[in-house]
């Protein structure tokens, strides 16, 4: 009988998922099933061979080259995270658009009011992995899902079973990647005018009319404005929601830690730590996220000017039919750079505070065992425990920062930028040092980066 080695070849693919089974040239009817199972077993194949296509290899009711072993592929363990009391509003209801293309944000500005001892937030626990099994028969570990320890925020406790936000003053909620708020709110009942003036509050800002040009709102949580913003600069710890829309004139700042919501931007500037959600359209913006950014709820169209996504972009339309230059930038940017820099600084000083103030401490405790303590030395001892606890919230809010960057920069090879009806020419495509200049009319694609190539496939 013919040597099956001059006949086939069985070819792995890198991650050891699927085998491929190639031809050289033509083999006689000699050859049997068994014949060819027993080949791709002595190449080595031990796990998910495709018994059915072998038969269909044998007989000829098939073209080759042709799969014939696929392994179990792993699945990583989901991440724990924090659910909060804002996710039915903010969440798990859509922003209504009309047939008319209006916008209604209103469920999004409908911020609850909570009173003090409501649970806000709760812990939902990682999920556990399930390793995967190469065509080798071979484990292939999978990711676990990290875990996450509560940390209170501001006005909130931790429950003693550490799974539960508790609210300790009557407030409106404040949310953060990893963090929970309840803040006292500032409430302007309608336009931001002279007689308010700029705002500076701890709390949320709720502004239920518009907010004109020159003027500056910064709070410690959340920003709502019910209507629109022109050239002022909005800087939030927290969120921003725009009920309608920003004019800027490429003037004014909005920037937000977290989130910024808004139903359109016109040659306006955005920064945000967390997503960026646009209803209608982006018009002429210098938009920057850490996280995505989503323009695809109403019109959803992308025209002139730069966005910057750290995690993916998904839009309907990007570009016009006049071929509006507009630059898309996916990967990682210089405010993720010097954000990750600052962080580690952080840690490294943490790290060193920690360790001067937990001596100081344990020389104070290890005299009082043996004398009383003066006065200044029991206050003195209860600064050092408090410094303790401050220092130890800066050190684990560091950790938790950068391995969000981590996260990031892990993820870049994934990300994507997802064009759900049209992307015209004259647009520029960055992944990281790549670049794509795109030509020609597109429509319903998505853009990755496939062995340092930027490459576009069909959604």
Not at 211 to 234: M, N, Q, T, W, Y
């Amino acid at each position: 009988m013919e040597d099956l080695h001059d006949i086939f070849e069985v070819s792995v693919t890198n991650d050891q998922l699927e085998a491929t089974l190639k031809q050289y040239k033509p083999f006689s009817e000699e050859i049997t099933f068994e014949d060819l199972v027993a080949f791709v077993k002595e190449c080595g194949l031990q796990y998910g061979i495709k018994e059915e296509i072998i038969k269909k290899v044998i007989t000829k009711k098939t073209e080759l080259p042709v799969v014939i072993a696929e392994g179990k592929r792993p699945i990583a363990g989901q991440d724990a995270y924090i659910w909060s009391i804002l996710d039915r509003t903010l969440h798990e209801e859509e922003i209504d658009v009309d047939d008319g293309g209006e916008v209604n944000l209103r469920k999004v500005i409908e911020i609850p009011s909570v009173a003090t001892g409501t649970v806000v937030g709760e812990k939902i626990n990682a999920t556990e992995e399930e390793p995967g099994i190469s065509v080798y028969g071979e484990r292939i570990p999978a990711k676990p899902g990290r875990d996450i320890k509560l940390r209170p925020g501001k006005n909130t406790r931790i429950s003693k079973n550490g799974q539960e936000i508790i609210s300790t003053i009557d407030g409106q909620v404040s949310v953060e990647a990893k963090v929970i708020h309840v803040f006292p709110v500032f409430e302007v009942n309608g336009d931001l005018d002279l007689k308010v003036g700029n705002i500076d509050f701890i709390g949320n800002v709720n502004i239920r009319g518009n907010v004109p040009s020159g003027f500056e709102v910064k709070a410690k949580g959340d920003i709502r404005v019910h209507g629109s913003v022109e050239s002022a600069s909005l800087y939030s710890d927290g969120s921003i929601f725009i009920q309608q829309g920003v004019v800027a004139q490429n003037s004014g700042m909005i920037e937000a830690k977290g989130q910024v919501k808004v139903a359109f931007l016109n040659q306006a500037r955005v920064a945000a730590g967390g997503d960026i959600i646009v209803s209608k359209s982006i018009l002429h913006s210098n938009v920057e996220s850490d996280g995505y950014v989503f323009c695809k709820q109403g019109r959803g169209n992308i025209v002139g000017g730069t966005i910057s996504s750290g995690k993916g972009i998904e839009v309907n339309e990007v570009g016009n039919h006049m071929s509006t230059a507009t630059t898309l930038f996916l990967g990682i940017s210089k405010r993720i750079v010097h954000s990750e820099k600052k962080y580690k600084q952080q840690l490294n000083e943490a790290q060193v505070d920690v360790q001067k103030l937990a001596v100081l401490l344990k020389r104070l405790t290890e005299k009082e065992k043996q004398s009383t303590l003066t006065g200044k030395e029991k206050i003195m001892k209860l600064r050092i425990h408090k410094s303790l606890v401050e220092t130890n919230d800066k050190l684990n809010n560091a950790k938790e920062q950068l391995l969000e960057f981590h996260d990031i920069f892990e993820n870049q090879q994934t990300a994507q930028i997802r064009i759900y009806k049209t992307i015209y020419p004259n647009t520029d495509l960055h992944f990281g040092k790549y670049r794509r200049k795109v030509i020609s009319k597109h429509e319903n694609v998505k853009f990755l980066i496939d062995h340092s190539e930027i490459k576009f496939e069909p959604l």
